[in-house]
Structures are given as structure tokens and as C-alpha cells.
């Protein structure tokens, strides 16, 4: 990956931070836990303000994605004092809070007069409540995140290929806006020879040990009409996970997969999908909007020869949701310097230098900035993922929840075992026997 930055927003978006904190407490050390990518490497330069105006020394402890949930919820299980602040996936936040991991910072966002109505609505309540849909605090926005596509700009560009495109389609070619288009457009480029090269239409996520085919598989699911419950809390799940739209959306991602992927693309995530894109073996590819910076700047595929697209509609518009909330780790005993860096992170001169440096902020003050749609090629689309994500289960028991998924998805998906319509139901019989153990039905 390369080295995410970004252009200053103008005049009212400049890097310096004169606001005093005067009122912020000290602690001699604190230490941030997070994954180790770009926007960490931006945050370690963004945090030389915090130490400069504190005096507080700030240390990293940054973990590959493979490794992170494991060593970061491990860490949290076993009463463990290495993390004061800790950037945790949106999926973390019920259970941390319910076995009290995190500190709940409604009393405290009261007293500081941080307002959570400053940041993106669906940020908030993503990487911050719970229970869902109320207003209980246990972390502040940090990194706003979805998935997202890219594409081959010049490769489109091309007049021989827009017009075999017309020919063959009857319509212009372009970054596709819905699911049948992307459908069709990744068939179109699919064994093509394009600069002597045979290239593929798609890189998706397939990945079976973490997370990566339940991220990608819910990028079709999503637009088809995929809903978790029928009704919000209730997880009523019949006819919500396994609805007749939900079916076209597993079988649409299926189709994507076996029509139009690279050989051997039977476990992909982050790393295996930006590979393909690099190497020049994919016209599209997926992945999340924290790696977009990298691309626009890569020497070989970016500038130019890059476009970018928010995930294609269907029967209604919908992104996979990404990103991260920062909380207080409860264990910490620098509980007063962890709480001020939070004061400090809040504050929107912070965050407008946080999206600069290439941290994906989603406070409303960098948001609605009227520069901020130009200053990436990017950015339009981000707002645009931002008001439309949806997010898998944040419940306590979401691990197991998710192992459910990514077995059901790869195994219809990439090891061609069943029906869309038996996956979906079986997922639906997976998930309702985790919530009878849990209580909840």
C-alpha cells in the first residue's frame, strides 16, 4: 500500500491547530491500539499534535488484519493492559459493551459538550451505539469505511471497445450504476486481450477464514433486498434473510464469481483483490474506500487510468459498511489521558486534518465542506456509501454469527455446494439457534 495523503480542502480546511487544550489531563504514556494500514500510519502523524499540546507520549500497537480480531479481542477477554484507546471494528461494539470492555462516554461527551449530532448519522450509530438505535455512546466515530469499486479508466476509454461494447449491449459503456450492469459489463471484458494481455472482468472478495466472502457477498445481497430481521430487534429472520430478493442477490454474486474472476481466485480479500487490479488482470475490483488514495497514486494503475464507483443499486441502493469507532479500553489505567485524546480526536479542526492525512473522517464539519466532493476522485462517492451502508450483526455473539455466514457463502459460492435459496436457509437456521443459546429468542 502506499502512502495515503490528501490535499488541503481550502482555506477554511488548513493543517494548523492553534486551539489550545488546557483543560485536557495528562498521562506520561498512552497507548492506541489498531490494525496495521495506511490510515494507522496517518494517524501516528496526526497524534504529533496531541503529544505537542499535552505533553502525553502516544505509542502504536498495530496489528495485520489477518491477526487483529484474535489478538485485540484475546486481549480484551483476558483482562489484559496493553490497549488505553482502541480503534475496534463496529462488530465489537455490543459485545464489548455488554461485558464492559468499553467505557459507555455519554457522561462524558455531556460534560465536554461533544455532540454526537456533529457526525454523520449513520456513522454514530454504526461505530458507536449500543443497543442499536439508542442514544448509549461507547466510542467516537474515527474512520468511516465501505465498500466501494474501482475500475480500469482507460480500458473503458478505448473507442475500439466502446463501440464493441455499444454493439454487443446497446448501451454506452460506463462505471456501472446497478448490479445487471456490472453483471454484464464484467462478462464483456472477461477473456479479452487488452494490451496483448487476456484480462478478467472482476476481482472479488471470496476469502473464507476471517471475513472477506460474508464483506462482498452482502455488497449483492444488500441492493437485492437482504434484510437481517423483519423487524428491527426482534430477529425475526425467516423471510428477511432468505427473501426471494435476497436469493437473486447470492446468486448474482455467485454468478460474478464463477463468470468473471481470475483463475484461482478461491480465497481473496484486501490484499489478493488490490493485487489483481495492480497487476492488470481486472477491468473492476472491490474493496474498501481506506485503500482508494493508494490506487489514485500507484504509478502503474492510478491517476488516469483509474475511476471509481459507489457499489451498483438493485432493487434499492446499499454499501457493506466498513470502519471503526475509538474507544476507552475500561482496563486502562490512564483512564483521564485516554479521555483526552478522545476531547482532542473530537474537535473539527482534528478531524479536518484526520481526512488530509488520510484518515477518513466523518464529522459534519469535513463532510459538508463545499471542497470536500473534489478533493479526491473519490470523495463524492464515499458521501454518497456513507448515507446508504448497512453493517452485519453487531450483537455480542457476532463472531460466531459470522463464521455461520462465511461457510454458508463460500460453500454455495466458490465450492458450488447447493442453492442460493439452501444456503439462505440454512444460514437462517444457523443464526436462530445462536440466538436461542444467546437468549434472545
Not at 455531556?110 to 442514544?135: H, L, Q, R
Not at 494490451?195 to 452482502?218: C, H, N, P, Q, W
Not at 446468486?251 to 488490490?274: F, H, V, W
Request: contains cysteine.
Amino acid at each position: 500500500m502506499k502512502t495515503m495523503c490528501r490535499p488541503l480542502l481550502g482555506a477554511t480546511m488548513a493543517l494548523g491547530l492553534s486551539t489550545a487544550l488546557p483543560s485536557l489531563a495528562q498521562a506520561d504514556e498512552l497507548t492506541l491500539c489498531w490494525a496495521a494500514w495506511d490510515p494507522a500510519n496517518a494517524l501516528v502523524e496526526l497524534s504529533k499534535d496531541f503529544t505537542a499540546q499535552t505533553g502525553t507520549q502516544m505509542k502504536f500497537e498495530f496489528v495485520p488484519w489477518p491477526n487483529f480480531a484474535d489478538r485485540i479481542l484475546n486481549e480484551l477477554n483476558s483482562g489484559g493492559k496493553l490497549c488505553d484507546l482502541l480503534i475496534g471494528d463496529s462488530q465489537w461494539i455490543g459485545g464489548s459493551a455488554e461485558n464492559g470492555y468499553y467505557v459507555k462516554l455519554n457522561d462524558f461527551f455531556d460534560k465536554e459538550g461533544i455532540k454526537m449530532s456533529d457526525f454523520a448519522e449513520a456513522a454514530v450509530n454504526a461505530y458507536s451505539t449500543w443497543p442499536k438505535g439508542t442514544p448509549n455512546y461507547w466510542a467516537l466515530p474515527a474512520m468511516g469505511d465501505a465498500n466501494a469499486w474501482f475500475y480500469r479508466k482507460d480500458w473503458f476509454s478505448k473507442p475500439e471497445i466502446q463501440a464493441e461494447f455499444k454493439a454487443a449491449t446497446g448501451r454506452d459503456l460506463a462505471a456501472p450504476t446497478t448490479w445487471d450492469e456490472l453483471l454484464e459489463t464484467a462478462k464483456f471484458f472477461n477473456g479479452k486481450e487488452i494490451d496483448g494481455k487476456k484480462v478478467y472482468g472482476a476481482a472479488i472478495f471470496t476469502e473464507r477464514a476471517s471475513e472477506g466472502i460474508t464483506m462482498g457477498a452482502t455488497q449483492a445481497l444488500y441492493p437485492y433486498g437482504f434484510k437481517y430481521e423483519n423487524t428491527p430487534g426482534k430477529y425475526d429472520m425467516d423471510g428477511a434473510v432468505n427473501s426471494e430478493g435476497a436469493i437473486k442477490g447470492l446468486e448474482a454474486y455467485k454468478e460474478l464469481y464463477k463468470c468473471c474472476t481470475p483463475p484461482g481466485y478461491t480465497d481473496a480479500y484486501m490484499g489478493e483483490t488490490l493485487d489483481a487490479f495492480k497487476s492488470g488482470q481486472a477491468a473492476m475490483a472491490m474493496n474498501w474506500f481506506a485503500f482508494f488514495p493508494g490506487l489514485a497514486k500507484d504509478e502503474n494503475v492510478g491517476g488516469d487510468k483509474i475511476g471509481f464507483f459507489v457499489n451498483p443499486k438493485e432493487a434499492t441502493a446499499a454499501s457493506t459498511l466498513g470502519g471503526q469507532g475509538i474507544s476507552v479500553v475500561a482496563n486502562t489505567d490512564n483512564m483521564d489521558g485516554a479521555l483526552a485524546y478522545i476531547k482532542w480526536f473530537a474537535q473539527p479542526d482534528v478531524q479536518k486534518k484526520w481526512w488530509q492525512l488520510g484518515g477518513y473522517a466523518v464529522h459534519n464539519d469535513v463532510l459538508n465542506d463545499p471542497s470536500f466532493k473534489d478533493s479526491q476522485p473519490f470523495a463524492a462517492d464515499f458521501l454518497v456509501a456513507m448515507n446508504q451502508v448497512q453493517d452485519f450483526w453487531q450483537e455480542p455473539a457476532y463472531a460466531i454469527l459470522l463464521q455461520s455466514a462465511q461457510k454458508r457463502f463460500h460453500d454455495y459460492v466458490v465450492a458450488d455446494q447447493g442453492t442460493a435459496k439452501e444456503a439462505l436457509d440454512g444460514l437462517v437456521k444457523d443464526w436462530t439457534e445462536i440466538f436461542e443459546d444467546e437468549g434472545k429468542l
